[in-house]
């Protein structure tokens, strides 16, 4: 590799770090409902220009986890609990049609792949961070979606998906969380290389709302009061609409 290779990385790669972390400082209560986020300061703090600042206060809005206020700017939004629920609702669904057909629809490569991948993640369970489950929980949802063969039901999902990583993101924080998630996984595995469509489609759903109990768990813990008198619930509600 290169140095210019190792200094310069893709200017995606540099927003997607930046949204990760403002998006994990929201979430965990670390940026305050209400407070401001100055694009120069962002800028000195990542060690950046102003452009992809502006870009990722572009995706922290489309998650709904800041939004525009006239003469003030870019503003944490406030975390509304029943939007958040709606999401994982609809995530639920979403997740478990797709894997009723991954489970009647899934070559034998990808029934391989799905086995192996799971089988290897134990070791993240007890060595690894939450990030690298994180990342791999990203991974082993992704190989499901994409053996439903389903592109319009996936393409909802992915959506639905990115507006909630940061919370799914948070509840792997919590305590025996991780090998709470491998063994659902689990069970969800077994299911599909079984072909038990139904089996697994209640499964995914199940594993779902546990994961949304989980982040509102995580979300009310960390929260702090709003820093000032607010509008009501701005969650999901960003710039863009």
Same mark, same amino acid.
């Given at each position: 590799?290169?140095?210019?290779?190792?200094?310069?990385?893709r200017?995606?790669?540099?927003?997607?770090?930046i949204?990760q972390?403002?998006?994990?400082?929201?979430?965990s209560?670390q940026?305050?409902?209400?407070?401001?986020l100055?694009?120069q300061?962002?800028?000195?703090?990542?060690?950046?220009?102003?452009t992809p600042?502006?870009?990722?206060?572009?995706?922290?809005a489309?998650?709904?986890?800041?939004?525009h206020?006239?003469?003030?700017?870019v503003?944490?939004?406030? @975390?509304?609990?029943?939007a @958040? #629920?709606?999401?994982?609702?609809?995530m639920?669904? @979403?997740?478990?049609?797709?894997?009723?057909?991954?489970?009647l629809?899934?070559?034998s490569?990808?029934?391989?792949?799905?086995?192996?991948?799971?089988?290897e #993640?134990?070791?993240?369970?007890?060595?690894?961070t #939450?990030?690298e489950?994180?990342?791999?929980?990203?991974?082993?949802?992704?190989l499901?979606f994409?053996?439903?063969?389903?592109?319009?039901l996936q393409?909802?999902?992915?959506?639905?998906?990115t507006?909630?990583a940061?919370?799914?993101?948070?509840?792997?924080?919590?305590n025996?969380? @991780? #090998?709470?998630?491998w063994e659902?996984?689990d069970a969800?595995?077994?299911?599909?290389?079984?072909?038990?469509a139904e089996g697994?489609?209640?499964l995914m759903?199940?594993?779902v709302?546990?994961v949304?109990?989980?982040?509102?768990?995580?979300?009310?813990?960390?929260?702090p009061?709003?820093?000032?008198?607010?509008?009501?619930d701005?969650?999901?509600?960003?710039?863009?609409g």
């Amino acid at each position: 590799m290169k140095d210019s290779e190792t200094v310069s990385p893709r200017k995606g790669t540099v927003v997607d770090s930046i949204v990760q972390n403002l998006a994990d400082d929201i979430v965990s209560g670390q940026l305050a409902p209400g407070t401001k986020l100055d694009a120069q300061t962002m800028a000195e703090r990542f060690g950046v220009s102003r452009t992809p600042i502006r870009e990722t206060f572009g995706h922290l809005a489309a998650m709904g986890l800041v939004t525009h206020r006239p003469n003030r700017g870019v503003v944490v939004a406030t @975390l509304s609990p029943e939007a @958040l #629920s709606d999401l994982y609702e609809a995530m639920a669904e @979403l997740e478990a049609s797709l894997a009723r057909l991954a489970a009647l629809r899934m070559n034998s490569h990808q029934r391989e792949t799905l086995e192996r991948l799971h089988n290897e #993640s134990i070791h993240l369970v007890r060595d690894g961070t #939450s990030d690298e489950y994180d990342q791999f929980n990203r991974t082993f949802h992704a190989l499901i979606f994409e053996a439903a063969r389903s592109p319009q039901l996936q393409q909802l999902a992915e959506t639905t998906r990115t507006r909630l990583a940061p919370f799914r993101r948070a509840q792997f924080r919590l305590n025996n969380r @991780l #090998s709470k998630s491998w063994e659902e996984h689990d069970a969800i595995v077994r299911a599909i290389l079984t072909g038990d469509a139904e089996g697994v489609a209640r499964l995914m759903r199940a594993h779902v709302q546990t994961v949304s109990a989980m982040s509102a768990e995580f979300i009310a813990e960390h929260q702090p009061r709003p820093v000032a008198a607010s509008s009501p619930d701005l969650a999901y509600q960003g710039a863009d609409g």
